[in-house]
């Protein structure tokens, strides 16, 4: 079993920064790949970011590529999604899964947290 808690949402205005963590435990878990996923209101989850908690690969959208850094803290047990040059199509709640293999798709995740509202105002 896989535990994972978002944290570091938040209200900022467009083209500011803003961190979120993902704490998590559980069995294995740095045999895991810890994906970030993001949705807005009326849309579907969509593929933010990726890492393989063994060797770092790491992956992006394109829509976030350049702006959003994934990183991991070994000794924390911990994810991070740093986000720079935020837009108002930022804006979603922001969800961390865990996974066999880093994947663009929701379904090849097993385990999520339950999300962190990120709100970006124009």
């Known amino acids: 079993q896989v535990q994972l808690v978002e944290s570091g949402g938040g209200l900022v205005q467009a083209g500011g920064t803003l961190g979120l963590s993902c704490a998590a435990s559980g069995r294995n878990i740095r045999q895991y790949a810890i994906g970030w996923f993001r949705q807005a209101p009326g849309k579907e989850r969509e593929f933010v970011a990726a890492?393989?908690?063994?060797?770092?690969?790491?992956y992006y959208a394109d829509s976030v590529k350049g702006r959003f850094t994934i990183s991991r803290d070994n000794a924390k047990n911990t994810l991070q999604l740093q986000m720079n040059s935020l837009k108002p199509e930022d804006t979603a709640v922001y969800y961390c899964a865990a996974g066999s293999v880093p994947r663009i798709t929701p379904h090849a995740y097993d385990y999520w947290g339950q999300g962190t509202q990120v709100t970006v105002s124009s």
């Open positions: 890492i393989s908690w063994i060797g770092g690969s790491t």
